[in-house]
């Protein structure tokens, strides 16, 4: 059963330091979505990627926020430096898109709390 | 792509059906339905997606009314496991939106034994 894989599951950290989270997308996705969730914004849609290509990171904090597709197998989602307004819990997802993308398949997600 | 409106919140017991009610009256001609679902501490998760047909998948069955202003997501027999957010989503499918899903509050589902 093909699955996102997200690590870490939960990353604590103190302000300032750098974190970075990790996504594998199903095998043979072309499109890579991160997404963060707090309890007061609820899901936002940070960046997405096809063919490992940046479509969209309008979502996202340019000063301290970086997301790259190093190979086809790996997604990375970068904060520098990190500040207590950026815990949230972080969703990767993935999908096929051949015309047209329909079904997102996200990871369990990285719990990120920053002290 | 057009806003949703949905209940914060609904109970329903367990093996009736529910049904999520989504109004998206401003939904243009080229605009889907999809319905996801997030179960506590999970990522979410694809439900049913429609156009002006009705919709039916193992998970659910999607009603679109006629004028395509809103839908209704019936789970045929709900259980505990079905307790979730589901979040009703409506976007446009053009190559330059490709995939990009805008997530509301959604409503609350509590299945009761």
């Known amino acids: 059963d093909a699955r996102v894989t997200q690590t870490p599951r939960d990353k604590v950290t103190e302000m300032g330091q750098e974190v970075t989270m990790r996504c594998q997308p199903i095998?043979?996705?072309?499109?890579v979505f991160w997404y963060r969730q707090t309890m007061m914004q609820g899901l936002e849609l940070l960046a997405y990627?096809?063919?490992?290509?940046?479509?969209?990171d309008s979502g996202m904090p340019k000063d301290r926020f970086s997301a790259e597709m190093p190979d086809a197998t790996l997604a990375t989602l970068k904060i520098q430096p990190s500040e207590p307004r950026d815990s949230a819990v972080y969703f990767c997802?993935?999908?096929?898109?051949?015309?047209?993308?329909?079904?997102?398949?996200f990871g369990p997600g990285t719990r990120l709390t920053v002290l | 792509d057009a806003k949703t409106t949905q209940p914060p919140s609904m109970d329903c017991a367990e093996g009736r059906a529910a049904n999520l009610p989504c109004n998206h009256s401003?939904?243009?001609?080229?605009?889907?339905v999809y319905w996801y679902r997030q179960i506590h501490s999970q990522g979410p998760q694809y439900i049913i997606h429609?156009?002006?047909n009705n919709e039916t998948n193992e998970m659910a069955s999607l009603i679109i009314t006629e004028d395509r202003k809103s839908s209704t997501l019936i789970l045929p027999h709900a259980t505990l496991r079905d307790t979730a957010v589901y979040y009703c989503i409506v976007r446009v499918r053009g190559s330059s939106n490709t995939g990009k899903l805008i997530f509301g509050q959604g409503t609350t589902l509590q299945v009761k034994p």
């Open positions: 429609g156009l002006k």
């Open positions: 997802a993935s999908g096929f898109d051949r015309e047209f993308l329909n079904e997102q398949f």
């Open positions: 401003t939904i243009s001609g080229n605009e889907y």
């Open positions: 990627f096809r063919n490992r290509a940046p479509l969209d």
């Open positions: 095998l043979g996705h072309n499109t």
